[in-house]
């Protein structure tokens, strides 16, 4: 273009035309920039200050201007909203139903949509709202209040709001602006409080974020809510039986219908199987996944996370404006500005408080004098016929009392004195006047100590917010560490594999015909293992149809770092000729690599090869071909005495003449020593790495016993893929032979009842109770030691005498059923039961207390049908005090049989006592009362 005007330009104005020309480069890099800064901070970021984006802010003091205590019309307040944001209603709408959602800064009337069905408000002019008391105590102060002109300069609207509260980290924000995004996370209400009133007391604040939606959430790479950070969210997930899984809980950033149309499509692709789903989500979510048969509930609770939105992951990224300027900072650092900002708002209000009332006092100490000394009554007050002559004659009256006024005496001051009317001078109550100023000389000190006391008074503020509007807002989402789920381990196998052994093709879209065998079912994401005969293996991943080389002997699902899988091979030497013999396992390995396992000569070839999913170890006959030096043809091989190495290792010479044939002779056991296996209390997972509880070596059908706070016991297997209930008291191996001693609570004869047994052999998933199924029963203490101590607090005898005593659980009773109810614990109001120590020495073992029952059991003598469970020296006096020890005694609690004739050198403790009424005692026809 300039060349084009040089060109045509005249000599005379040549000069003048070049002059005018100006550069795109240059408009177009100002107008961008000038864009973006609008976007960025009039848009999509919102102010450390107060949290809130311009819309957020203008919406917020558009229903502080029409504020009058009652609901507004949605449609009224986007209307008025209009005058401070110049970009539609459409916007203005949307930003305040998701204020209005979060349920903290906007009391709503009508439907406002929800955000967990993602189900949209109604118009604007069907819903109504007002702030909130919340938002009017701790967001709005207009004497704080930094004002600026609108866009159009009509009106005045806040800079920033003066919020006392850490608002931004309590709703959350995110947005996208040009060259940066901001996601701020919410956090909990109170812990926001509780962080704040730390950082006060000289703390460093430590926030992980928390969800309207509940669930659960691993937050152990949050990084403070800085870029680069991700916390993983989870559905909470309920196993109600075998064939029903509940979802009551949903992961943020995800919505009922969105989360049931991602189990669909996972079904669909074969990712899970389900029989039909349900949303029954009313005011609590709840979404029932109908398993078909035999399909895992565990392994379907992984898959879901695995390959649905049952699990996501949310990466956080805080921007913030500050100083007219984005800036990147964790969100503990933001808590802590905005609690500084709060104790500086806090700070300002005390001040134009003092401020007030010390104009308070001013102004009645200037009308009390004005009043006292008659100055109104004055002569040359009452003939000063101007404002200025009376500012004269004020001026000299008030001379000597200046010093009594903290600020000078102005004539605005003056101005509202004599503005006064005569009446209430007249009527001036001197008396009152007094009091009043003496009780805002009390306020003044007050706020001089608050003042003083800055700190403390912040504290004070932050708990009475969290006093005043914590009930209610405690954590919804779990905080967990969660174990990463494999998806190759839980994919379902849902399509088929089949294999071309000789031609050496595999695939799941293989042509049937007599060539082709089926090898099982996989999942489309699994890697097959495939073993040829010329001593070759490779790995690949599985597909429709693929070359893997031919003469297949083995094809399999690989399983990545499994070492319980142990291959037994003879392979011939091509070379040599020599046979060897090898027991390996294959790890890891990379895929699609052939990986040789003979010595690597042409011509090497498998002469014999088994898989053994647990290391199975056979014994083989290997027959030779004759040959003039043999005398021996064939012999038997046992691979059990092989050690299982490497897949690259050579092997051991078998024989070194030409091999028949080998077959199989018998089939071994495993060699390898049971799995050791953990329990991560943390992630509530078992596991092979070392992590937690160690339960033992597992092997063949050991079981998993788990006992639950409710008294329900169940037996599963020691698959990795298990989950375990957060309510589990026990989890240890099933050992059927272990004694357990359980103390638990009866709830229809209120009495603490004892037993010893050992858990029945139930089937695997099968749920059982070993307490009474009454309302109100409950499990005390269970322990599986060899000796067990119990501290019990009781109410002794009629007069109700507190007592604590130890009791040696393994001395009160013997071991029954487990069916059984046990015997009772004590004859006493048992107030209270715990555990207090375990034995499993019982060298070790304390003796019991004198007042336990061991101690305190009288066999019956034929002299004396009547018992009282007292110390031996006691007497009875009423039989008031035997009816109290037999009331409510269950049948179940006496002796199977008759104690045993007591011999010469071992005579049973006899008390000596008189009955009055000696129908009033219930004795058994073994001669025993029914106490135990």
Request: charged share 30%; with cysteine; net charge negative.
């Amino acid at each position: 273009m300039s060349e084009d005007l040089n060109e045509n330009a005249t000599p005379d104005n040549k000069d003048e035309k070049i002059h005018n020309v100006t550069s795109l480069d240059g408009l177009y890099e100002n107008w961008f920039l000038d864009y973006a800064s609008y976007v960025i901070l009039d848009r999509a970021v919102p102010h450390i200050n107060d949290g809130l984006k311009p819309v957020q802010r203008r919406i917020l003091h558009s229903l502080k201007e029409m504020d009058d205590g009652r609901f507004n019309k949605a449609a009224n307040v986007i209307g008025n909203t209009m005058k401070y944001h110049p970009h539609g209603d459409a916007s203005i709408g949307d930003a305040m139903v998701q204020i209005g959602q979060k349920d903290l800064l906007i009391d709503c009337q009508g439907n406002w949509g929800d955000p967990v069905t993602g189900d949209s408000a109604a118009a604007p002019r069907y819903i109504e709202a007002r702030l909130s008391k919340f938002a009017l105590e701790v967001v709005f102060n207009a004497d704080t209040t930094i004002w600026q002109a609108s866009y159009d300069g009509r009106n005045k609207e806040p800079i920033t709001l003066p919020v006392k509260f850490p608002l931004l980290l309590a709703q959350g924000a995110e947005g996208i602006a040009v060259g940066l995004a901001t996601k701020i996370l919410p956090h909990n209400f109170i812990e926001l409080l509780n962080a704040s009133i730390a950082v006060l007391k000289g703390e460093t604040p430590n926030l992980l974020p928390d969800f309207p939606t509940g669930g659960m959430a691993d937050a152990s790479a949050y990084n403070d809510g800085q870029r680069g950070g991700r916390v993983r969210v989870r559905a909470k997930i309920l196993e109600r039986d075998k064939k029903t899984l509940a979802i009551t809980e949903i992961p943020f950033t995800t919505t009922t219908g969105g989360l049931i149309d991602s189990i669909i499509s996972a079904n669909d692709k074969g990712k899970i199987k389900i029989k039909k789903i349900e949303d029954n989500t009313a005011q609590n979510v709840e979404i029932v996944v109908h398993l078909a048969p035999g399909i895992s509930p565990d392994v379907t609770i992984d898959a879901l996370y695995a390959f649905t939105d049952c699990e996501v992951s949310i990466s956080p990224n805080t921007c913030v404006i500050q100083d007219d300027k984005p800036r990147f900072m964790s969100v503990n650092d933001m808590l802590t500005e905005s609690t500084h900002f709060t104790k500086e708002l806090l700070k300002q209000e005390l001040q134009i408080k003092l401020k007030e009332l010390m104009e308070k006092i001013f102004f009645s100490s200037l009308l009390k004098i004005f009043i006292q000394e008659g100055m109104y009554k004055h002569p040359d007050y009452e003939t000063s016929g101007t404002f200025d002559e009376v500012l004269v004659v004020l001026n000299r009256l008030f001379d000597p009392f200046l010093p009594l006024f903290y600020r000078p005496i102005l004539a605005e001051d003056y101005r509202k004195l004599i503005d006064k009317p005569m009446s209430s001078i007249t009527r001036f109550d001197f008396k009152k006047t007094d009091e009043q100023i003496k009780n805002l000389e009390n306020e003044i000190k007050a706020v001089k100590n608050h003042l003083k006391h800055l700190v403390e008074y912040t504290i004070d503020w932050f708990e009475k917010l969290r006093e005043k509007y914590g009930k209610g807002r405690e954590r919804k989402t779990e905080l967990r560490t969660f174990d990463k789920v494999d998806a190759s381990q839980v994919a379902l196998a849902n399509v088929k594999l089949y294999a071309n052994k000789i031609d050496g093709f595999i695939g799941t879209g293989l042509k049937k015909d007599e060539s082709v065998t089926f090898v099982g079912d996989c999942s489309d994401i699994d890697e097959i293992i495939v073993f040829r005969e010329d001593g070759r293996c490779v790995i690949t991943k599985v597909q429709e149809k693929v070359f893997v080389g031919k003469e297949i002997i083995h094809v399999a699902v690989f399983k990545k770092n499994d070492e319980r899988t142990v291959y037994n091979m003879v392979y011939k030497d091509g070379t040599s000729g020599v046979s060897y013999i090898k027991r390996f396992a294959v790890t890891g390995v990379t895929r699609d690599k052939e990986y040789d396992l003979t010595k690597g000569s042409k011509g090497s070839k498998v002469l014999y090869f088994s898989a053994n999913p647990n290391g199975e170890a056979e014994v083989v006959n290997v027959q030779l071909k004759p040959h003039a030096k043999l005398k021996k043809l064939q012999f038997d091989e046992d691979f059990a005495q092989l050690a299982i190495k490497g897949r690259g290792s050579m092997g051991n010479i078998i024989t070194k003449y030409p091999v028949k044939k080998i077959i199989l002779k018998s089939k071994g056991l495993s060699t390898l020593a049971g799995r050791k296996i953990w329990f991560d209390e943390i992630l509530k997972r078992l596991n092979v790495d070392g992590r937690g509880k160690f339960l033992g070596e597992f092997d063949g059908d050991d079981r998993i016993l788990t006992v639950f706070s409710n008294g329900i016991y169940e037996l599963t297997s020691f698959d990795l893929n298990n989950h375990f209930d957060d309510k589990m008291v026990v989890i240890e191996k099933y050992n059927p032979e272990k004694v357990y001693s359980v103390v638990h609570y009866e709830g229809k004869s209120k009495n603490y009842l004892i037993k010893r047994f050992v858990f029945e052999n139930t089937a695997i998933g099968k749920q059982a109770s070993i307490i009474s199924d009454e309302s109100g029963s409950k499990m005390v203490v269970i322990s599986g030691a060899s000796q067990v101590v119990v501290k019990v607090d009781q109410l002794k005898g009629a007069t109700k005498i507190p007592e604590t005593v130890e009791l040696n659980l393994v001395d009160l009773i013997d071991v029954k059923g487990m069916k059984a109810m046990g015997n009772r614990l004590s004859v006493h109001l048992v107030q209270s039961v715990t555990l207090e120590t375990e034995h499993d020495d019982e060298a070790d073992v304390p003796d019991p207390s004198p007042d336990s029952v061991a101690d305190t059991e009288i066999v019956i003598t034929p002299e004396a049908k009547n018992v009282i469970d007292e110390e031996p020296t006691a007497e009875v006096n009423a039989p008031d005090d035997i009816d109290e020890l037999v009331e409510e005694t269950p049948v179940a609690q006496k002796p199977e049989k008759a104690p045993e004739p007591a011999s010469e050198t071992a005579q049973p403790k006899k008390i000596d006592f008189e009955i009055t009424n000696p129908d009033d005692i219930d004795i058994d026809d073994t001669g025993q009362l029914g106490l135990f």
